[in-house]
């Protein structure tokens, strides 16, 4: 059964605090990704991975950063917390290139900045 | 570019009748569709996928059609139960590429 696993799923943190958002992925997959998703606005794409220590910028990369240091695992950095980051986090990874591709999520990190 | 859509932000069924989920999108070069459940709390699930190269595919209640004449993909889902309450979101992909939709609101009256 395939699994992403976000290891904080609730989180409060005061503004200017440097936050760590880890997931752990089962599947092997190449491709590893992080959301944010807020009400009306649907999944926005922060960073995402398609290997070791490669990363790219999504739609949202402002105020965060990512680490890829193994194949399994994706960590999203909050440098300095603002109440705006104030969100739903969802990890996901999938195999990569060619089509038919399913993403997979993890179960989210609620975090919230006061 | 590359957008995909919903045309309802909610709907209400009965239970026991079936829901009809609908999605549009804009771009012809796509391969593959995913349809996500994501109840309350929790993260997407997977539901059932189509390729571009077919028209419809079953899984356990639920029913996935595509008609790339008109771009737009539907989600049906037969003799829909209090559990199905959930947001429903589908998706695109190509390549490393995924696209999604903002979602459905199901209700599922009792």
């Known amino acids: 059964d395939v699994k992403v696993t976000q290891s904080s799923r609730y989180l409060v943190k005061r503004t200017g605090e440097k936050v760590f958002l880890e997931c752990v992925q089962d599947m092997d997959h190449e491709n590893m990704f992080w959301y944010r998703q807020d009400p009306g606005l649907g999944l926005r794409l922060i960073y995402f991975?398609?290997?070791?220590?490669?990363?790219e910028k999504g739609d949202i990369p402002e105020g965060y950063s990512v680490s890829r240091e193994k194949k399994e695992r994706f960590s999203l950095i909050l440098e300095s917390a603002s109440t705006n980051q104030t969100s739903m986090y969802l990890c996901a990874s999938s195999f990569t290139g060619g089509s038919g591709n399913t993403i997979y999520f993890g179960e989210g990190s609620w975090l919230t900045v006061v | 570019g590359e957008s995909v859509g919903l045309h309802l932000p909610t709907l209400s069924v009965q239970e026991g009748d079936n829901s009809i989920i609908n999605c549009a999108y804009s771009n012809s070069a796509s391969d593959y569709f995913i349809w996500y459940k994501q109840e309350s709390g929790k993260g997407p699930q997977f539901i059932i996928d189509?390729?571009?190269?077919?028209d419809k595919r079953q899984g356990q209640r639920v029913t996935v059609l595509l008609n790339k004449t008109v771009k737009h993909l539907s989600l049906q889902i037969a003799a829909t139960q209090p559990g199905d309450s959930a947001v429903y979101f589908c998706?695109?992909?190509?390549?490393?590429?995924?696209?999604f939709g903002t979602g459905t609101s199901l209700t599922v009256i009792p």
């Open positions: 998706a695109r992909n190509t390549g490393n590429q995924f696209y």
């Open positions: 189509i390729r571009s190269n077919m």
């Open positions: 991975s398609y290997d070791v220590k490669m990363k």
